[in-house]
């Protein structure tokens, strides 16, 4: 009797190993997950240098320096914020902008007057452009060279009249009407001495009667005739 063969037990669906699965590989060109950010960026405020306030004042007076024709004032002025402060460089633009206007008028100026007459026609140039100092310095040095110039101390009186120095013009006039009287009729009308029209010293300088004097250089006007 032949054996009967035995059939092997029948496979469970379940497999022999435990196999796992590949996980799923992102794509190179998938974009990475956005995490939104807790804050947006803010802007940041530019911080002024403490030394910024400091230029830009010594600046300022080098400008003001410049409208007063007080060139190497200016120029010093200017100069001095480019050595002390070579960091500001948007302020030094400016400076060095500034600065070649002084230096061309420092180069435009004339030499020095020397003799009275250079000095006189220096004075009334100053006078006439309104630098009352620089045209009182040019005639106090005519002045000591010839006491008598009563051109000078004319000249001397209308300056001090128009910085309002009412005491000095009418001491300089009157030394001026002393030496040559006709000082006294152009002073009358002078309109270089308006700011003296309602001082009383002035008034009774001007009601003294006048004496002729041929022996004295006649007056001359300060300011060009227009």
Do not use: W
């Not at 100092?133 to 008598?148: G, M, N, S």
Request: proline fraction near 10%; aromatic fraction near 4%; charged fraction near 30%.
């Amino acid at each position: 009797m032949a054996k009967q063969q035995r059939r092997p037990p029948p496979r469970s669906g379940k497999p022999d190993h435990d196999i796992t699965m590949p996980r799923a590989h992102r794509s190179a060109d998938a974009p990475s997950p956005v995490r939104p950010s807790a804050q947006p960026p803010q802007p940041s405020t530019p911080q002024r240098r403490s030394t910024y306030f400091e230029a830009v004042a010594v600046y300022e007076r080098g400008l003001e320096a410049l409208q007063r024709h007080a060139y190497a004032e200016a120029a010093n002025l200017l100069e001095s914020v480019l050595r002390q402060y070579p960091e500001e460089k948007e302020l030094n633009e400016r400076v060095r902008l500034y600065l070649n206007i002084c230096q061309r008028q420092a180069t435009q100026r004339e030499a020095a007057p020397q003799t009275i007459d250079e000095r006189l026609y220096a004075a009334t140039l100053a006078i006439n452009g309104g630098q009352y100092d620089q045209a009182i310095a040019h005639l106090r040095l005519v002045r000591d060279e010839d006491p008598d110039n009563d051109h000078a101390l004319y000249m001397l009186a209308v300056a001090h009249a128009q910085r309002q120095e009412p005491a000095e013009a009418v001491a300089h006039l009157e030394r001026a009407i002393a030496l040559n009287p006709e000082n006294r009729a152009l002073a009358r009308t002078d309109p270089d001495l308006e700011p003296l029209r309602e001082d009383d010293a002035f008034r009774a300088t001007l009601e003294a009667p006048s004496i002729a004097r041929a022996d004295r250089r006649r007056p001359v006007k300060t300011r060009p005739a227009r």
